[in-house]
C-alpha cells in the first residue's frame, strides 16, 4: 500500500465528459420561497452554526476536492457553514481521542475500520442512519465495525481493500496465467522467480500490506486465531498447513528481503520492475497510469490485477469500512445527520464513487453492478472485494481485542518468524500465548 499522493484521471463520467465533470461545481438551490432546507427542516442562518467534519486526507486527491464541493453544495441546502478537515489517516486516532476525551472538536469524525469501537462512549446512536443508508444490504464486515455491543456508532461509507498486481508480460513469458489457487500460485511464483523476477510479499511491521495477506491466508486454510466464541483457536492443523505451505512457498516463490519491507516497499520494489506480483490496493496502478496520462510511459499496459487465491477454505479479502461518526459533544448532531444522508444519496455518492476509479468500493452490493467497473478491465477484479471480505476479528467479534491483536502484528510475527527457519510448533505456541494474553 503506498502513502504517497496520487492522482487518478477519471477516464468517462455517466452523462458527461471527463472535463466537464471535474469543472463542475453546481449545486443544488433551496426550492424558491419554501424557507426549507435540504430535508424540509427551516435552516437557521449559516452564519451561526457550523458542522465540522473531520476525515483522512486521501491517495486520490480528486476525491477530496469533491467531497469538499458536496459540503459546499449541502451546506448551502441545509443553511449551515461546512468546514471540512483532511488530515493524514494516521493522525485520525490522535484526534479522535482527544475529541473524546475533552468533549470538544469535531462533529463528523471518519473513523476507520473498528475504531467506532474504541470510542463508543463519545459516538451517537447511528442506527436510524444505518437503516436509511443501506440496513442489512450492507457488507457484515463493514456492519461489524461499527455496531457496538448492539449500538451502531457510525455508518459505513466506503471501504478499501487489496489485490494482487501483477505483470502481464512476465507471465507471459514464464508462460503462467494469474492463479485462482494456492498449489497454482506456487507454480506461478517458481517460475517468475526462475526468471529473475519473484513475488514481493511485505512481512514487516506495517498496517497494510502485511496483515493483510497474512489475515487471509491462515483463513483460506481454514485457520483463525480465535473461534466464533471469542476463544483462542490458532493451535490447529489448519494453521500448521499454512505454515509449512508459506515456508516452501517464502523460498520458492518470493522475494526474501519483504521480512524487512513496510507498505511502501513492495510499491518502490514493483514500479522498480524487480518483482512480478505483490498484493496492493490499487494505487501502484494509479502511479503507473499518471505517469502514462502525464508522460506518456507505457508501463502501466503491462499490468492487471487478481483476487487472492483459493485455499483449502476458500477465498478471503480483509476489508476495512471508512465510517462516518458523530459525536455526543455535537451541537449540530440533526445538520450531521442530514449531511450523511445527503452523501449517502445514489446521485452524490456515484460521483465520489467514479471519481475514486476504483480506488474505493461502495458499502452495499448494487455498487458492483455499476457501469464504471467496465471501463477499465485492469481494476475490475477489486470490484469483488465485498463478497469475499472478512475483518480482521473473523470468525469471532470485531472488538477492541481484535485491534489489540492487530496492532500487536501477531499473526504477521506468526509466519514473518515461520520463514525466518522457527517450526510450526514453536511460532504457535508463541502465538497461542499472546493471544491469551489479550483474550483470557
Known amino acids: 500500500m503506498d502513502k504517497q499522493t496520487v492522482s487518478v484521471e477519471v477516464t468517462r463520467q455517466p452523462g458527461m465528459s471527463r472535463r466537464d465533470f471535474i469543472k463542475t461545481t453546481s449545486g443544488l438551490a433551496v426550492a424558491a420561497g419554501t424557507g426549507l432546507g435540504l430535508f424540509g427542516q427551516a435552516p437557521a442562518f449559516a452564519q451561526d452554526r457550523e458542522?465540522?467534519?473531520?476525515?483522512?486526507?486521501?491517495?486520490?486527491?480528486?476525491?477530496?476536492?469533491?467531497?469538499?464541493?458536496?459540503?459546499?453544495?449541502?451546506?448551502?441546502?441545509?443553511?449551515?457553514?461546512?468546514?471540512?478537515?483532511?488530515i493524514n489517516a494516521n493522525d485520525l486516532n490522535a484526534r479522535a481521542t482527544a475529541a473524546v476525551e475533552s468533549g470538544a472538536g469535531p462533529?463528523?469524525?471518519?473513523?476507520?475500520?473498528?475504531?467506532?469501537?474504541?470510542?463508543?462512549?463519545?459516538?451517537?446512536?447511528?442506527?436510524?442512519?444505518?437503516?436509511?443508508?443501506?440496513?442489512?444490504?450492507?457488507?457484515?464486515?463493514l456492519r461489524d465495525g461499527v455496531n457496538v455491543d448492539g449500538v451502531y456508532r457510525g455508518v459505513p461509507y466506503f471501504?478499501?481493500?487489496?489485490?494482487?498486481?501483477?505483470?502481464?508480460?512476465?507471465?507471459?513469458?514464464?508462460?503462467?496465467?494469474?492463479?485462482?489457487?494456492?498449489?497454482?500460485?506456487?507454480?506461478?511464483?517458481?517460475?517468475?522467480?526462475?526468471?529473475?523476477?519473484?513475488?514481493?510479499?511485505?512481512?514487516?511491521?506495517?498496517?497494510?500490506?502485511?496483515?493483510?495477506?497474512?489475515?487471509?491466508?491462515?483463513?483460506?486454510?481454514?485457520?483463525?486465531?480465535?473461534?466464533?466464541?471469542?476463544?483462542?483457536?490458532?493451535?490447529?492443523?489448519?494453521?500448521?498447513?499454512?505454515i509449512k505451505f508459506l515456508q516452501e512457498f517464502w523460498k520458492a516463490a518470493c522475494d526474501e528481503g519483504g521480512l524487512a519491507w513496510d507498505d511502501t516497499s513492495n510499491n518502490r520494489a514493483f514500479l522498480g520492475e524487480t518483482i512480478a506480483c505483490t498484493l496492493n490496493g490499487a494505487s501502484i496502478y494509479f502511479v503507473a497510469k499518471r505517469n502514462w496520462d502525464q508522460k506518456q510511459n507505457p508501463f502501466v499496459w503491462k499490468l492487471h490485477h487478481f483476487l487472492?487465491?483459493?485455499?483449502?477454505?476458500?477465498?478471503?479479502?480483509?476489508?476495512?469500512?471508512?465510517?462516518?461518526?458523530?459525536?455526543?459533544?455535537?451541537?449540530?448532531?440533526?445538520?450531521?445527520?442530514?449531511?450523511i444522508k445527503f452523501i449517502h444519496q445514489d446521485e452524490n455518492f456515484e460521483k465520489f464513487f467514479v471519481i475514486n476509479n476504483g480506488y474505493i468500493k461502495g458499502v452495499v452490493p448494487k455498487w458492483q453492478d455499476h457501469e464504471m467497473w467496465s471501463w477499465d478491465p485492469s481494476l475490475t477484479p477489486y470490484r469483488d472485494l465485498g463478497q469475499y471480505g472478512q475483518h480482521i476479528g473473523y470468525p469471532g467479534p470485531y472488538d477492541r481485542r481484535s485491534q489489540e491483536v492487530f496492532a500487536k502484528y501477531i499473526i504477521v510475527d506468526l509466519y514473518a518468524r515461520a520463514v525466518k527457519g522457527e517450526s510450526p510448533d514453536s511460532v504457535i505456541k508463541w502465538a497461542e500465548s499472546e493471544l491469551n494474553n489479550i483474550y483470557g
Open 51 to 86: 458542522l465540522h467534519i473531520l476525515e483522512w486526507s486521501s491517495f486520490v486527491k480528486p476525491a477530496d476536492v469533491e467531497t469538499d464541493r458536496q459540503a459546499e453544495e449541502f451546506g448551502k441546502q441545509e443553511g449551515i457553514k461546512v468546514r471540512v478537515e483532511h
Open 107 to 141: 462533529d463528523i469524525m471518519r473513523l476507520l475500520g473498528n475504531q467506532p469501537h474504541v470510542y463508543a462512549k463519545g459516538l451517537i446512536d447511528h442506527g436510524d442512519l444505518i437503516q436509511a443508508v443501506g440496513g442489512n444490504d450492507i457488507w457484515p464486515a
Open 159 to 242: 471501504f478499501g481493500g487489496g489485490a494482487y498486481v501483477y505483470r502481464r508480460d512476465f507471465f507471459d513469458e514464464a508462460k503462467v496465467g494469474p492463479p485462482q489457487t494456492w498449489d497454482q500460485f506456487m507454480d506461478v511464483g517458481k517460475k517468475v522467480k526462475d526468471l529473475g523476477y519473484p513475488i514481493g510479499q511485505s512481512l514487516g511491521h506495517s498496517f497494510g500490506d502485511p496483515p493483510g495477506f497474512c489475515y487471509t491466508f491462515l483463513w483460506s486454510f481454514g485457520g483463525s486465531l480465535v473461534d466464533e466464541n471469542a476463544k483462542v483457536a490458532i493451535n490447529s492443523q489448519a494453521t500448521r498447513d499454512s
Open 308 to 339: 487472492s487465491p483459493e485455499g483449502p477454505n476458500g477465498r478471503f479479502h480483509t476489508i476495512g469500512g471508512q465510517n462516518s461518526c458523530i459525536t455526543t459533544h455535537s451541537k449540530v448532531q440533526s445538520a450531521a445527520k442530514n449531511y
